[in-house]
């Protein structure tokens, strides 16, 4: 997952970068054509041109700020993309746990065993009975924790995916 928010970032910072030379070179070759052209101008022509050239400066310094803007929008959705990711991981190594240990037959009187029961709990909760779960002597294989798996691994895509929109901004071509 994280990847595909660097790729993200590393591709928005691309494309600004990209912008900003082309926007770059264009503002050099209209800087050096009215410049050339300044000294052919009456004062009235040489008055509307520098009101011109100070124009496409405000606009310059205008997009920069909302390219900087921009850009710490997407370093801070990154980082709470990081968090979740984070979170999720915890998530998935907690139900791994539990799902090992039911199949390994711990002893649920092993202080471990209690304390991952613990932690599990209340995020399996909602998924415990949901399917038949065969045991055999001391060993269980619970299909439902492999639901609650899978269950959230779909729910930390969904809340990824939602801020890869509210981030990632298409442009129409």
């Known amino acids: 997952m994280r990847t595909e928010d660097e790729k993200l970032a590393l591709d928005e910072s691309r ?3 990209q912008h900003e030379a082309v926007k770059g070179a264009v503002r050099d070759e209209v800087h050096a054509e009215i410049a050339r052209s300044a000294d052919q101008l009456d004062p009235a022509e040489r008055e509307q041109t520098e009101a011109v050239g100070e124009r496409f400066k405000q606009q310059a310094v205008r997009e920069v700020v909302e390219t900087e803007a921009e850009l710490e929008q997407a370093r801070s959705a990154a980082r709470v993309s990081q968090v979740i990711d984070y979170i999720f991981y915890l998530i998935y190594g ?9 199949l390994l037959g711990a002893h649920e009187s092993n202080a471990f065993k209690g304390f991952i029961d613990a932690l599990a709990a209340p995020l399996l909760a909602p998924f415990r009975g949901l399917v038949a779960e065969p045991a055999h002597g001391q060993f269980r294989f619970r299909f439902s924790y492999l639901v609650a798996l ?3 691994f779909l729910l930390h895509l ?3 995916g939602l801020l890869r929109l509210f981030v990632h901004k298409k442009t129409a071509v």
């Open 15 to 17: 494309r600004i970068a």
């Open 94 to 102: 907690i139900i791994s746990l539990e799902i090992l240990l039911d």
């Open 150 to 152: 899978f269950v959230y």
């Open 158 to 160: 969904a809340i990824n």
